[in-house]
């Protein structure tokens, strides 16, 4: 057994309303600099839509995260021991500028300088990297509440074997039948970047789990942006260097959140620490895709149980991590509610970016002016819904639908349970069976409820500061991995020469 902390984080998309405040709130701090225009570290999609960069999620033709060989071994699907060599000079999988944007500007400068003219003058576009004039054909958030429109949200990859009926339940209304995807690094437990960098520039730190990058020790290659099925690092044009979220880990090493956290105008995110055994790590991640949500819950430790507390302490996790591991509210939505579930498992990656799928649409389908719930069956609706569940099953359970049925159900419950309390249109025995048929107890829907809607900054962000100078140093070079990262002695890196 070799446990260790990671830094997980929950996002509830039910109360995102799209703002993109993260968005820009990351962008101002971070990557507002020549070479990072196009890069948002932190980006707000449209479900469905076909996202940033487009079409990020088509891995048949990115060849992001981990396979499964023949022998039941993890391996990268971006590269292997003989195509890594050749792939560092010419990759025809890696995203080029057409699939993000051209970064650009404006002549502001001809707005002063034109002469006295019976014309409105206007400043041209031009590229940020040639100078040239350019025709802007896409940007950041390009296809931002289009959901709608045939050029994107009909061209998402995950509507692929949707029926005919489900397809109607989502273009049926324009502008209803669509939902808020935030997106950042998942700062993953089993990160192919860092298994595909040649340089070995990329580490995962030892103390927190944390995701990042050596800018010294960065070469350009880009084999990161290949393996990355997120497609959440980006590379800097003028340095020369690959870049990705940090997860503001100086705020972190004193106490705060991150900067889209603390932005975040809906409340959405939640921030906590989860331990998780290592040691167990590749041989999750290599099971059907079917069960790979229950089987990264197996391997995610109850930090309140004594050999779990002992074994943490042996390996250096400080008391101050245990105790906010033991209060996390990501323990509580991945772990102990089983309401939030990873973005993409079926990449293997075994992120740690965990999502409570959307239910305002369910709720929000009536049918001759009034809800269908009241019909009395209460779940009818799962299978009538705007957004079907086979469509956020491919997003969050690879497409075990079983497994989003019950998130739903419970969120169901949780909204009858309190309008019972409110409006009083629903009788004890029927809540019962509904509480029953969600395996929800009254105890656990407060719970939920509170967390969800009454929580404080305190109750989100369940973080200690983190003293750099005592924690261990997570470099991951040969000479002094000791695993931390649950990489090195578990799993086959094919890395580059």
């Known amino acids: 057994m070799d446990i260790r902390a990671q830094v997980a984080m929950v996002f509830h998309l039910d109360k995102c309303i799209g703002c993109h405040t993260c968005s820009v709130s990351c962008k101002n701090v971070w990557t507002d600099r020549e070479g990072s225009e196009y890069m948002w570290w932190n980006n707000v999609e449209t479900k469905p839509g076909t996202g940033f960069p487009t079409l990020w999620e088509d891995q048949e033709h990115f060849k992001g995260g981990w396979k499964v060989n023949g022998n ?10 003989i195509d890594a060599f050749l792939k560092l000079f010419y990759n025809p999988n890696q995203p080029g500028l057409e699939d993000y944007y051209e970064p650009w500007t404006y002549k502001y400068q001809d707005l002063f300088d034109a002469p006295e003219s019976d014309d409105q003058p206007t400043a041209i576009p031009v590229s940020l ?72 520039a990329l580490y995962k730190r030892g103390e927190d789990g944390i995701v990042l990058i050596n800018q010294d020790a960065c070469k350009g ?72 949500v229950e089987s990264q819950r197996s391997i995610i430790c109850d930090p309140n149980d004594p050999k779990i507390i002992e074994q943490a302490r042996k390996n250096g996790i400080s008391e101050e991590f245990i105790d906010s591991a033991q209060n ?21 990656t075994m992120p740690m970016l965990f999502y409570v799928p959307p239910l305002l649409p369910v709720m929000g389908k009536i049918e001759d002016g009034v809800y269908e719930h009241q019909n009395k069956d209460f779940f009818a609706d799962l299978h009538k819904a705007r957004i079907p569940v086979k469509y956020l099953s491919k997003l969050f359970s690879a497409g075990n639908e079983e497994i989003v049925e019950n998130v739903l159900k419970k969120l169901m419950a949780v909204r009858y349970y309190k309008r019972s309390f409110d409006i009083g249109d629903v009788d004890v025995v029927t809540i019962s069976k509904v509480m029953r048929e969600a395996n929800l107890s009254p105890e656990q829907a407060e719970e939920i409820y509170n967390l969800t809607a009454l929580a404080t900054v305190y109750d989100r962000y369940v973080m200690p500061p983190l003293q750099r100078e005592e924690a261990m140093e997570g470099t991951c070079s040969p000479e002094m991995c000791k695993g931390s990262c649950g990489l090195g002695k578990n799993v086959s890196l094919e890395r580059g020469p």
């Open 328 to 348: 996390s509210p990501i323990w509580k939505y991945v772990m102990e509610w089983k309401l939030a579930l990873p973005l993409h498992i079926e990449y293997r």
């Open 221 to 292: 290659w880009r084999a990161c942006i290949s393996a990355c099925p997120y497609k959440k690092i980006y590379y800097n044009w003028k340095t020369g260097k690959s870049e990705k979220c940090i997860l503001c880990y100086p705020k972190l090493e004193t106490g705060q959140a991150p900067n889209c956290f603390q932005s975040c105008v809906g409340r959405i995110r939640y921030l906590g620490v989860l331990l998780y055994d290592a040691d167990r790590l590749a041989q999750a991640m290599s099971v059907p895709e079917h069960a790979l």
């Open 72 to 81: 039941g071994k993890l391996s990268l699907r971006s590269q292997n021991k």
């Open 129 to 200: 990297i040639t100078g040239e004039y350019t025709d802007i054909a896409a940007g950041p958030n390009w296809d931002d509440d289009l959901s709608g429109s045939p050029l994107y949200a009909e061209n998402d990859i995950n509507l692929e074997g949707l029926s005919d009926e489900e397809r109607e339940q989502l273009f049926e209304i324009e502008r209803v039948s669509m939902f808020y995807l935030p997106r950042m690094c998942n700062h993953c437990a089993n990160p192919s970047c860092v298994a595909a960098c040649p340089s070995g």
